[in-house]
């Protein structure tokens, strides 16, 4: 793994256990198709991670990989800039964990914010996984086989809100297990009825009425993915003063995601042709 090149190097990934969708996208997608070019990038494809806590559903790990692989690249992740590569294929990552294992204790590992949060999520109690137990240090094996001067961070990694995208319904995260996501090969028809189902502002009864913005969904989206910010922060203003209407609003996230999924589903309509007919 070497770098010819004296760019930083990144090292980040994804567990995969699902499609990516548009929290994925806001959240780390989109800054790594830009950061290819100024960075020495690798994604990791983290199966034997996403296995410490899927023990049971080995089969949606390994059908996943082709699934978040195939997210990559239609969003515009070039294998030609960024190196792609499957956790489980890389031995020397499991070697140096079993090294690093020596130099933590099993209390250390025990007061880890993140995974005991994450252990009362997943109704561990007592009987966690000892491979669970042991990811963060797997990550660290990781990050530092890959000479990472650079991590950025999985939304789930470290509860930094600035960029998060919420959930359609409002919910603080877009998540699979929530239902709120939209997939990143979302059809125009799935794209209409989550924005149609976003929580607005409930005290905007009627279309004189002056809304608020913050907090209202289809305000945070646009401020995601909205191109023309000038433009938008004039339809803010428009809405609070009132005489806007939520459909209006609507109307406009629709379109703006309808325009950004559009290719991407098609390049990974294309990309998932190629990839079944390579299987055969
Ligand atoms: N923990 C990350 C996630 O859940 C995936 C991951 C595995 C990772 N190894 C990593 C991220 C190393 C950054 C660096 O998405």
Redesign the pocket.
Known sequence: MSNQDNRPVI?????PTGQLHLGHFVGSLRSRVGLQDSHHQHL?L?DA??LTDNADNFEKVRRNIIEVATDYLAVGIDPTKTTICV?SCLPALNELTMLYLNFVTVSRLERNPTIKSEIQMRGFERDIPAGFLC?PV??AA??TA?K?TV???????IPMIEHRLPGFDGKAKMSKSLGNTIVLDATDKDIKKAVNAMYTDPNHLRVEDPGQVEGNVVFTYLDAFDPNKEELEELKAYYRRGGLGDGTVKKRLEGILKELIGPIRERRMELKTLTILWIF
């Open positions: 090292l980040t990934g994804d567990r990791l983290a991670q996403a956790q990811y797997a990550q990781d990050i890959f990472a991590v950025p961070v999985g939304e789930d990694q």
